[in-house]
Protein backbone atom coordinates (compact mmCIF):
# COMPACT_ATOMS: atom_id res chain seq x y z
CA UNK A 1 0.00 0.00 0.00
CA UNK A 2 1.05 3.58 -0.92
CA UNK A 3 1.73 6.41 1.97
CA UNK A 4 2.80 9.58 1.85
CA UNK A 5 3.04 10.89 5.10
CA UNK A 6 3.43 14.64 5.61
CA UNK A 7 5.62 16.11 8.75
CA UNK A 8 6.83 19.12 9.84
CA UNK A 9 4.07 21.26 9.95
CA UNK A 10 3.07 24.10 12.83
CA UNK A 11 2.66 27.39 13.77
CA UNK A 12 4.95 30.19 13.17
CA UNK A 13 4.54 34.04 13.25
CA UNK A 14 5.13 36.01 9.58
CA UNK A 15 8.44 36.12 8.51
CA UNK A 16 9.33 32.57 10.10
CA UNK A 17 9.87 29.48 8.25
CA UNK A 18 9.19 25.55 8.80
CA UNK A 19 10.30 22.61 6.42
CA UNK A 20 7.95 20.22 5.37
CA UNK A 21 9.10 16.52 4.46
CA UNK A 22 7.27 13.54 2.62
CA UNK A 23 7.98 10.75 3.11
CA UNK A 24 6.65 7.56 0.78
CA UNK A 25 6.80 4.08 1.30
CA UNK A 26 5.15 0.98 -0.84
CA UNK A 27 6.74 2.22 -3.79
CA UNK A 28 9.63 3.95 -5.15
CA UNK A 29 9.70 7.75 -6.21
CA UNK A 30 12.56 7.54 -8.82
CA UNK A 31 10.59 7.87 -11.97
CA UNK A 32 7.93 10.24 -10.10
CA UNK A 33 7.23 13.85 -10.39
CA UNK A 34 6.06 15.16 -6.81
CA UNK A 35 4.52 17.99 -5.86
CA UNK A 36 3.21 19.98 -3.13
CA UNK A 37 -0.21 21.92 -2.67
CA UNK A 38 -2.09 23.49 -0.06
CA UNK A 39 -6.16 24.02 0.45
CA UNK A 40 -7.00 26.96 3.21
CA UNK A 41 -10.37 26.63 4.85
CA UNK A 42 -13.23 27.76 1.85
CA UNK A 43 -10.75 27.36 -0.66
CA UNK A 44 -9.93 24.99 -2.99
CA UNK A 45 -6.18 22.77 -3.44
CA UNK A 46 -3.85 24.94 -4.92
CA UNK A 47 -0.45 23.97 -6.37
CA UNK A 48 2.45 25.15 -4.95
CA UNK A 49 5.59 23.45 -5.64
CA UNK A 50 6.53 20.22 -8.24
CA UNK A 51 9.97 18.67 -9.29
CA UNK A 52 10.15 16.15 -11.68
CA UNK A 53 11.77 12.65 -10.84
CA UNK A 54 15.37 13.65 -11.38
CA UNK A 55 15.58 16.85 -9.74
CA UNK A 56 16.39 18.98 -12.39
CA UNK A 57 13.33 20.59 -12.81
CA UNK A 58 11.41 22.68 -10.54
CA UNK A 59 8.27 25.18 -11.03
CA UNK A 60 6.67 26.92 -8.23
CA UNK A 61 3.54 28.97 -7.90
CA UNK A 62 3.84 32.94 -8.22
CA UNK A 63 2.44 33.27 -4.66
CA UNK A 64 5.61 31.66 -3.15
CA UNK A 65 8.30 32.04 -5.77
CA UNK A 66 11.23 33.47 -4.36
CA UNK A 67 10.41 31.82 -0.60
CA UNK A 68 10.12 28.14 -0.99
CA UNK A 69 12.04 26.03 -2.30
CA UNK A 70 11.55 22.19 -3.07
CA UNK A 71 13.72 19.73 -2.96
CA UNK A 72 13.89 15.59 -3.46
CA UNK A 73 16.11 12.43 -2.56
CA UNK A 74 15.32 9.54 -4.12
CA UNK A 75 17.43 7.42 -2.14
CA UNK A 76 15.21 8.41 0.78
CA UNK A 77 12.06 8.37 -0.54
CA UNK A 78 11.69 11.54 0.38
CA UNK A 79 10.34 15.20 -0.59
CA UNK A 80 10.97 18.56 1.15
CA UNK A 81 9.02 22.02 1.04
CA UNK A 82 11.52 25.05 2.65
CA UNK A 83 9.23 28.15 3.04
CA UNK A 84 10.83 31.04 4.64
CA UNK A 85 9.24 34.54 4.73
CA UNK A 86 6.30 33.27 5.74
CA UNK A 87 2.86 35.08 5.51
CA UNK A 88 -0.49 35.12 7.45
CA UNK A 89 -2.04 33.96 3.66
CA UNK A 90 0.42 30.90 3.61
CA UNK A 91 -1.98 28.87 6.04
CA UNK A 92 -3.11 26.04 4.76
CA UNK A 93 -2.89 22.26 5.15
CA UNK A 94 -0.25 21.28 2.82
CA UNK A 95 -0.72 18.15 0.95
CA UNK A 96 2.18 16.07 -0.96
CA UNK A 97 1.72 14.08 -3.88
CA UNK A 98 3.07 11.86 -5.98
CA UNK A 99 2.06 11.15 -9.71
CA UNK A 100 3.70 8.67 -12.43
CA UNK A 101 1.95 8.82 -15.39
CA UNK A 102 -1.81 8.94 -14.63
CA UNK A 103 -1.49 7.85 -10.97
CA UNK A 104 -1.71 10.40 -8.27
CA UNK A 105 -1.15 9.31 -4.82
CA UNK A 106 -1.85 12.05 -1.97
CA UNK A 107 -0.77 12.30 1.56
CA UNK A 108 -3.19 13.20 4.76
CA UNK A 109 -1.63 16.91 4.81
CA UNK A 110 0.35 18.78 7.37
CA UNK A 111 -1.40 22.23 8.97
CA UNK A 112 0.49 25.32 8.60
CA UNK A 113 -0.58 28.42 10.06
CA UNK A 114 1.43 31.39 10.19
CA UNK A 115 0.38 34.50 12.69
CA UNK A 116 0.76 38.15 12.15
Known amino acids: QVQLVESGGGSVQAGGSLRLSCVVS????????MGWFRQAPGKEREFVAD????????SYADSVKGRFTISRDNAKNTVWLQMNSLKPEDSAVYYC?????????WGQGTQVTVSS
Open 97 to 105: AANHYSDVY
Open 26 to 33: GRTISTDN
Open 51 to 58: INWSGATT
